[in-house]
T-cell receptor, first 116, second 112 residues
Framework: DGGITQSPKYLFRKEGQNVTLSCEQN?????MYWYRQDPGQGLRLIYY???????QKGDIAEGYSVSREKKESFPLTVTSAQKNPTAFYLC???????????????FGSGTRLTVV | GQQLNQSPQSMFIQEGEDVSMNCTSS?????WLWYKQDPGEGPVLLIA?????ELTSNGRLTAQFGITRKDSFLNISASIPSDVGIYFC????????????FGKGTKLTVNP
C-alpha cells in the first residue's frame, strides 16, 4: 500500500546534538512538507519542497535544515541552534505542490522529539 | 500571512450529541479540507470541498463550503467515543499559493 512513513516514532536528544528525522513516501507525490506541532499551536510549517533538489523555508525554519535528493525522501535535521526543539513533528506530501488538488495533503504518523 | 480562524478551540460533549465547528477567513479560498488527528498520530483527511456552496457528507460527518468562499463548517452527528481527537480545517488560497493554510484545530472530547 502507498503511504508516507516517518521514523522513528519517538526520539530523544541531548542538548547540543543534531538529530535527523526521516520521512519517506511511495505515493509518487511531487511536494513534501515538514510541520511542527505544539499543544494549542496548531501546525506550523518548517520547510517544504515542490521538486527534487529544491526546497523553501516555511514560517519557522530557524534551527532546522532539510534536503531533497530523492523524490521519495525529505529528511529534517533539527540542529543545536533550535532553542526549543521538543515537539511533535509531522511530514506530509501532496500531488504537484498545489496542496489541495484532488486529495489534499497525506500526513505521516509523526515523530515525537524530546530533548533531555 | 493568511490565517484561518477555527472555532471553538475545544469542545466537551456527551456521547450521542451533535457537534458543529467552523473556520472563517478574511480571504477567499479555492478549496476547503477537514482533517482529524487522533492522539499521537498524523491528521487524516475526512472531507474535501471544491466548490462554493458544496455540501458533502461522509458517514456521520457533513461539511459545507461557504457561499462567500471565506468559510466552512463541519458537523458530526450522534457522536461516539472514537470521535475524540483534534479536527483541523485547511484551505487552499485563491491566489494560487501552493501551500495549504491550516486552522489551529478544535479539540473534541466525548464523554461516554
Amino acid at each position: 500500500d502507498g503511504g508516507i512513513t516517518q521514523s522513528p516514532k519517538y526520539l530523544f536528544r541531548k542538548e547540543g546534538q543534531n538529530v535527523t528525522l526521516s520521512c519517506e513516501q511511495n505515493l509518487n507525490h511531487d511536494a513534501m512538507y515538514w510541520y511542527r506541532q505544539d499543544p494549542g499551536q496548531g501546525l506550523r510549517l518548517i520547510y517544504y519542497s515542490q521538486i527534487v533538489n529544491d526546497f523553501q523555508k516555511g514560517d519557522i525554519a530557524e534551527g532546522y535544515s532539510v534536503s531533497r535528493e530523492k523524490k521519495e525522501s525529505f529528511p529534517l535535521t533539527v540542529t543545536s541552534a533550535q532553542k526549543n526543539p521538543t515537539a511533535f513533528y509531522l511530514c506530509a506530501s501532496s500531488i504537484d505542490g498545489r496542496g489541495a488538488k484532488d486529495y489534499g495533503y497525506t500526513f505521516g504518523s509523526g515523530t515525537r522529539l524530546t530533548v533531555v | 500571512g493568511q490565517q484561518l480562524n477555527q472555532s471553538p478551540q475545544s469542545m466537551f460533549i456527551q456521547e450521542g450529541e451533535d457537534v458543529s465547528m467552523n473556520c472563517t477567513s478574511s480571504s477567499i479560498f479555492n478549496t476547503w479540507l477537514w482533517y482529524k488527528q487522533d492522539p499521537g498520530e498524523g491528521p487524516v483527511l475526512l472531507i474535501a470541498l471544491y466548490k462554493a456552496g458544496e455540501l458533502t457528507s461522509n458517514g456521520r460527518l457533513t461539511a459545507q463550503f461557504g457561499i462567500t468562499r471565506k468559510d466552512s463548517f463541519l458537523n458530526i452527528s450522534a457522536s461516539i467515543p472514537s470521535d475524540v481527537g483534534i479536527y483541523f480545517c485547511a484551505g487552499q488560497p485563491r491566489g494560487g499559493s501552493e501551500k495549504l493554510v491550516f486552522g489551529k484545530g478544535t479539540k473534541l472530547t466525548v464523554n461516554p
